[in-house]
């Protein structure tokens, strides 16, 4: 296999493929899982769901192109790409707003799995402050300052209603959070030097929703070609 340096790997990688690198540590975790040792560009972009040329482009990025007529080591490739993105190091999480929303994201098992793991639950309604989710206990948002310095937070996650999340994204900045999940239905404006991920369910349903009604119209179409012959000859 050929690899380069871990400074050379990092550069220029576009962001298309930053975001489909997760997708492929997934698939061979699972491959992993099944027994597989290794495999081929065609298997791993199947269990991805992308197509080989594209993973293999991909994949180029951190200089491994697997080896011809074995395919892929499947611990090696899954390190490469852990250690691309970042977690093979411990990253801890705040996670702030615990409604429903909050209570499944504290209790999702991936997190540490993945190299994540969720150091405080921040809320500013008192009554949730007596709550224990997922063996952690629930703090006033005022705690948000102290909590980032004692555990050296690197990423928050906001999953407060809309209308109050901009003042959190705004106190985890001055906190010295620089990277934010945002579950919230709203943009978040922050300063540079600040990632922001959006996570909006209803966008994600309504865009399946409209794959859904072309793929209605189209199976209309075809029926009415389907229909067509079968009227022509007769009287008007």
């Known amino acids: 296999m050929t690899e380069r340096t871990s400074s050379e790997a990092s550069r220029d990688i576009p962001e298309a493929t930053v975001a489909r690198l997760p ?40 200089g491994s192109y697997g080896t011809r007529g074995v395919g892929y080591d499947v611990e090696y490739l899954s390190y490469q790409i852990a ?24 209790n999702f098992s991936g997190f540490r799995s993945r190299g994540f793991r969720v150091v405080a639950l921040l809320d500013a309604d008192p009554r949730r402050h007596e709550e224990v989710v997922a063996g952690v206990d629930v703090r006033p948002f005022s ?27 705004d106190h985890m900045v001055a906190a010295g959070i620089r990277s ?25 349903l309504q865009i399946l929703a409209y794959h859904e009604q072309r793929k209605g119209h189209a199976a209309s179409a075809a029926a009415a070609v389907e229909r067509g012959p079968a009227l022509e000859g007769r009287p008007v």
């Open 23 to 62: 997708v492929y540590l997934r698939a061979l975790t699972g491959l992993s899982d099944a027994g597989t040792a290794t495999c081929s560009s065609e298997d791993l972009a199947t269990a991805a769901g992308v197509n080989s040329a594209k993973l293999r482009k991909d994949l180029s990025y951190l």
């Open 83 to 106: 250690r691309e993105i970042g977690v093979t190091q411990d990253w801890p999480v705040v996670i702030v707003g615990i409604g429903n929303l909050g209570h499944a994201l504290a």
């Open 143 to 169: 705690d948000l300052e102290e909590i980032v310095h004692e555990h050296g937070v690197a990423i928050g996650v906001i999953s407060t209603p809309a209308p109050a999340a901009q003042d959190v994204a």
């Open 180 to 204: 934010i999940l945002n579950f919230a239905p709203t943009v978040l404006t922050v300063p540079a030097g600040v990632d922001v991920r959006k996570v909006d369910l209803s966008i994600e």
